[in-house]
């Protein structure tokens, strides 16, 4: 998991609720990208970020919002608009072509 | 979509032998990169080839790459346990700066 660190582990939401899932990176990367994973499923981008205060939304930005006030820090808050939002969340930065990855958020709607 | 497809969807082996999976994408990439991830764990990045690359290894690793055919194979050689994980393939396609992430090989290992 090196250098990125994600919290919570887990994470239970009401309907409705906004929540805001962390992402810390201590690899002095500039790029850093959010990405939904369901059951059985490969890895589908929301947001990315390649400089501070700036980003772009990936395949599946809808009911998601991020940040990017820091280099070290990307947090994404996933908000009542989302229609789907139980699955496994995965932070990644990358400096030039690999991405190295957190340990991820799985986030439980109930 | 520009997501890849693997194949097989899962493998079952037995220690020792050979694990080959394989990698099919859709359009003109720079490059492909095929990741590991244990179950409810982040990804680790495994290897990385370029589009003018056919053919790369590292340590018990050996990825092939044929553009013309759009598809890739990863081979881990004398598998262990220790390897039973989901395997992704991840191309950057030709003008884009991210990764679009097949669905993935689920291979088990058998003692």
């Known amino acids: 998991d090196g250098g990125i660190t994600q919290s919570p582990k887990y994470l239970f939401r009401k309907e409705g609720q906004n929540v805001t899932l962390s992402c810390e990176q201590n690899?002095?990367?500039?790029?850093m990208y959010w990405y939904r994973q369901d059951p059985g499923q490969g890895l589908r981008l929301i947001y990315y970020s390649q400089i501070v205060n700036d980003f772009q939304k990936g395949d599946i930005a809808e009911g998601y919002s991020v940040s990017r006030e820091k280099k070290e820090s990307f947090p994404l808050t996933v908000t009542s608009a989302q229609k789907n939002p139980t699955a496994f969340y995965l932070c990644?930065?990358?400096?030039?072509?690999?991405?190295?990855f957190g340990p991820g958020t799985r986030l439980t709607v109930l | 979509s520009q997501q890849g497809e693997e194949d097989p969807q899962a493998l079952s082996i037995q220690e020792g032998e050979n694990a080959t999976m394989n990698c099919s994408y859709k359009t003109s990439i720079n490059n492909l990169q095929w990741y590991r991830q244990n179950s409810g764990r982040g990804l680790v990045h495994l290897i990385l080839i370029r589009s003018n690359e056919r053919e790369k290894h590292s340590g018990r690793l050996r990825v092939t790459l044929d553009t013309s055919k759009k598809s890739s194979s990863l081979l881990i050689t004398a598998s262990r346990a220790a390897d039973t994980a989901s395997y992704f393939c991840a191309t950057v396609p030709t003008g884009a700066n991210n990764l679009f992430f097949g669905t993935g090989t689920r291979l088990t290992v058998i003692p």
């Open positions: 990644a930065s990358s400096r030039v072509e690999e991405q190295f």
């Open positions: 690899l002095n990367h500039d790029a």
